[in-house]
């Protein structure tokens, strides 16, 4: 990796994170890295600097709080679980026949599985470990 | 299988939800055996994870391929962990899910290990189905305390005359075992195990070999020849073989004195090999390197003298309250061209209680085992030996080094004294005894008592060329009509007025007869 690319996925993830954290300020961020970059001379890294911060944003979003249920009778108890536990609102639901019966509610690092499958499976490892 | 089916429609007849909440990371990037992880933000050092790879599946397929991979963290970064891939690292890809174990690293041990052949992760891999009754145990453990040891006072017979007479080897101790490639380092460890079979049952050590970073044609022939000689017995073969990851290769180690551990806590007394740590600190040097850690000297990581004083330091003698048991290390390490002074040999050296140094010169002249004994040294010493040792082994150091000082005087003296004359022939005829085929350890009976003829000049009618075939003929004498002797040594240990009798009048029989 080029010394050129590692700055260019530095400068991207300073400006990433900062935007996370203040939101409100992310034009403020954005036209401090432009003149920071004109006074340093690096204006050419512009282009990897979109591409760095492109890969930040997919990796974000795979990574948003999503619920998932096995089918439509159990959104109203994922919901409800979701808001409670995680305090979490407005968050993209999407049906996963595979999980059987109940529903996960998965967001940047943590889980919570109320699912068929995972109670089945547990079962199945506890039996073939007791064995 | 009725009990399982039963199991199952009892589980699913009163099947109600279970919200279990769990923090997980996502693996970022995976290469060479090492997985960037994003999240685990509370995780610890050391801390095992599961990588989920059922997540995206069906029930179906999830059940079918049951095999779990876990993982070892290893670095704690600002915003992501390190982990090195305990397993199959083709199962781990971009965007896993990742779940904390919540445990450090830990293998299942117990007695039901003797006799089997286990992988670092203390799995089977011998083919003879699942271990039962094991405990779970952590890979690491803080070693024992200087309050809780005691001092090193009994002998750990390796059945080579050489080593027993002269770098004698006591329960606890740590030996290093050091030589170039070829030169008798893992016979002599073999030798070793196989000789505890010529011990009591009750007190004979448990027997741990770990094959680091070797061909699995190796391990599986030194297996044939142990289950041979009945030796698997009292055996326990930990195998991290040369096309198992580098994680796996320095973590094997461990997992030896961890089995060791479980015998030595239980008052027994336990054996364990590690054959060899310049693999195991090569491994370490190539996971570091992965891990980005800064490289040091050779490009070892900075601590990797800690790696094996931490490793060896669980080696220890037990006081009585803490159940008197042992675990006796040899760790071997492989030199190049001899040079002791190497980064890593001169490391371990520092760690172990004494070192057997192999000379490749000795073994090429037919030196066998290659011991070079003036540079050799148990720092246990006599501490370890039987009275009956004691007294045979005094003199032969002491005519051995007073013949190293005169062998350079044969290559160019003609005309020397008789009293050189005479020592010379004895060293050589010394040397001649101390000579043993690999495969064959003797009981430290017979070693005496050969070594007692050897001091006291019943070999001196003898050619000092055949002086092995000499000593072959004695053994079987001694065994034939020596029975007498050789129980009274065993017996008491030692060599008193009466089993000298004993002895000499068996010796001057053989020499009468045997011309």
Redesign the interface.
């Known amino acids: 990796m080029s010394s050129a690319t590692i700055m260019a996925r530095n400068y991207a993830q300073a400006l990433f994170q900062s935007v996370t954290k203040s939101p409100q300020s992310s034009n403020k961020y954005v036209d401090n890295l432009l003149s920071h970059l004109k006074k340093t001379g690096r204006m050419k890294l512009l282009p990897h600097i979109y591409g760095a911060l492109l890969v930040s944003q997919k990796?974000a979003r795979?990574?948003e709080a999503i619920i998932e249920i096995a089918r439509e009778e159990d959104r109203h108890a994922a919901v409800a679980?979701a808001t409670a536990?995680l305090g979490l609102k407005d968050v993209r639901v999407v049906e996963r026949p595979?999980l059987?019966?109940?529903w996960r509610i998965?967001t940047?690092?943590?889980?919570?599985?109320?699912?068929?499958?995972?109670?089945?499976?547990q079962?199945?490892?506890h039996?073939?470990n007791t064995? | 299988m009725e009990s399982?089916l039963k199991?199952?429609e009892e589980?699913i007849e009163s099947?109600a939800?279970?919200?279990?909440?769990?923090?997980?990371?996502?693996v970022?990037t995976v290469g060479d055996g090492v997985a960037d992880i994003?999240?685990?933000?509370n995780a610890m050092l050391n801390e095992v994870v599961i990588f989920d790879d059922?997540y995206d599946?069906?029930?179906e397929d999830?059940?079918q391929d049951?095999p779990v991979t876990y993982g070892l963290i290893l670095n704690l970064e600002e915003d992501s962990v390190r982990v090195v891939i305990l397993g199959n690292v083709e199962r781990v890809h971009e965007?896993m899910?990742v779940?904390r174990g919540g445990r450090l690293l830990s293998i299942p041990v117990g007695n039901e290990m003797v006799g089997r052949v286990v992988n670092t992760l203390g799995e089977p891999v011998d083919g003879r189905g699942?271990i039962k009754e094991t405990v779970m145990k952590p890979i690491e453990r803080k070693s024992y305390g200087v309050i809780d040891r005691a001092p090193v006072d009994a002998p750990l017979h390796t059945g080579i005359k050489a080593i027993d007479a002269m770098v004698p080897i006591g329960r606890g101790q740590r030996e290093l075992i050091i030589g170039d490639r070829g030169t008798g380092k893992t016979t002599i460890a073999i030798d070793t195990i196989l000789n505890q079979k010529n011990e009591p049952e009750s007190t004979r050590p448990i027997c741990i070999y770990v094959a680091i970073g070797q061909k699995e044609s190796k391990t599986a022939k030194l297996v044939a020849l142990l289950s041979q000689h009945g030796a698997m017995e009292y055996t326990i073969v930990v195998t991290a073989p040369a096309s198992s990851s580098a994680a796996l290769q320095f973590l094997a180690p461990f997992t030896g004195a961890v089995i060791g551990e479980h015998f030595m806590d239980a008052g027994k007394d336990a054996l364990v090999i590690y054959d060899d740590l310049s693999k195991q600190a090569v491994a370490y040097r190539q996971m570091s390197l992965l891990l980005r850690r800064p490289p040091g000297r050779e490009a070892y990581p900075g601590d990797i003298f800690y790696l094996h004083s931490r490793l060896l330091e669980r080696s220890a003698k037990l006081s009585k309250e803490k159940g008197g048991g042992s675990l006796t290390a040899l760790p071997i390490i492989e030199t190049q061209e001899s040079d002791v002074s190497a980064y890593i040999p001169t490391n371990v050296i520092s760690i172990t209680d004494g070192q057997i140094f192999l000379q490749t010169d000795l073994f090429n002249k037919g030196m066998r085992p290659a011991i070079d004994v003036g540079i050799s040294v148990s720092r246990v010493g006599s501490a370890a030996q039987t009275k009956a040792m004691k007294k045979v082994s005094g003199k032969i150091k002491l005519e051995l080094a007073q013949f190293r000082e005169l062998e350079a005087f044969m290559q160019f003296a003609s005309d020397l004294d008789a009293d050189t004359k005479a020592r010379i022939e004895s060293g050589r005829r010394i040397t001649e005894v101390l000579k043993q085929k690999n495969g064959a350890p003797i009981p430290f009976e017979m070693a005496v008592a050969i070594l007692f003829a050897a001091v006291n000049g019943y070999f001196s009618n003898y050619e000092y060329a055949k002086v092995g075939t000499t000593q072959q003929k004695l053994q079987e004498f001694l065994l034939r009509e020596g029975k007498d002797a050789l129980e009274a040594i065993r017996e008491s240990k030692n060599l008193d007025e009466e089993t000298e009798k004993k002895l000499r009048a068996v010796l001057d029989a053989f020499v009468e007869r045997i011309k």
């Open positions: 990796r795979a990574r679980n536990a595979e059987l019966r109940g998965r940047k690092d943590m889980l919570v599985d109320s699912s068929a499958k995972n109670n089945l499976l079962m199945y490892y039996i073939i064995q | 399982i199991r199952i589980e099947f939800p279970v919200s279990k909440s769990e923090e997980i990371g996502t970022r994003d999240g685990l933000h059922v599946r069906t029930l999830a059940l049951a965007g899910l779940r699942v």
